[in-house]
């Protein structure tokens, strides 16, 4: 499947999940807009850090 887990890397360097089953990740306005595969929506204050396909995982840095 090419759903992703998305990690917030916190200021600490610690990396905390943030939402599984991540479909769509859009950038509206100074955040990030998370869409899971049950329709379950999040917004970040986050920029992207890392995306490892292979590994379905979304790492994002805390703003």
Do not use: S
């Amino acid at each position: 499947m090419c759903e992703a887990k998305v990690y917030i890397e916190k200021k600490d360097g610690k990396l905390e999940e943030c939402m599984e089953n991540v479909i769509t990740i859009k950038p509206e306005g100074d955040k990030l807009h998370l869409v899971d595969l049950f329709g379950e929506q999040k917004f970040v204050n986050a920029n992207f850090k890392e995306i490892k396909l292979l590994d379905h995982q979304v790492i994002l840095t805390e703003k």
